[in-house]
Nanobody, 122 residues
Framework: QVQLVESGGGSVQAGGSLRLSCADS????????MGWFRQAPGKEREFVAA???????YYANSVQGRFTISRDNAKNTVYLEMNSLKPDDTAVYYC????????????????WGQGTQVTVSS
C-alpha cells in the first residue's frame, strides 16, 4: 500500500553536507507523518526527525540545529538536509511513515524504506 524509497546517501568528510530524499510510490502520502531513523552497526535503530502533513517538524536532540526535515506534498517526497556532519552520524538512514501526528517510537511507524548508507570520515 505504502512504498518508500530512499536516495541521496554517500560518503563525505566531517563538516560536510548531504541531502536525503524519500519518495512515496504508493500514493498514500496524504495525511501521513513522515520520519527518518538511523542505525549504526551493532547499535539500535534511533529516531532522527519527523514532519507532519501540515509541515510541523520535530527532531532528536542529537541532530537539533544541524539537520532539517522538509516535505514536498505535491511530489510525495520527504527530505533530510544534513549539515555539519560528524563521524557519529555514520549509519544506514531509513524513512518511515505513521498515522500518528507526533511520535518518536519505532513501533508507531508502519511502513519503512530500504535504507541508504551515510558515511562520514574525519
Amino acid at each position: 500500500q505504502v512504498q518508500l524509497v530512499e536516495s541521496g546517501g554517500g560518503s563525505v568528510q566531517a563538516g560536510g553536507s548531504l541531502r536525503l530524499s524519500c519518495a512515496d510510490s504508493g500514493r498514500t502520502f496524504v495525511g501521513y507523518t513522515m520520519g527518518w531513523f538511523r542505525q549504526a552497526p551493532g547499535k539500535e535503530r534511533e529516531f532522527v526527525a519527523a514532519i507532519s502533513w501540515r509541515l510541523t517538524p520535530y527532531y532528536a536532540n542529537s541532530v537539533q540545529g544541524r539537520f532539517t526535515i522538509s516535505r514536498d506534498n505535491a511530489k510525495n517526497t520527504v527530505y533530510l538536509e544534513m549539515n555539519s556532519l560528524k563521524p557519529d552520524d555514520t549509519a544506514v538512514y531509513y524513512c518511515a511513515s505513521t498515522t500518528k501526528l507526533i511520535t518518536r517510537e519505532r513501533t508507531d511507524f508502519g511502513s519503512w524504506g530500504q535504507g541508504t548508507q551515510v558515511t562520514v570520515s574525519s
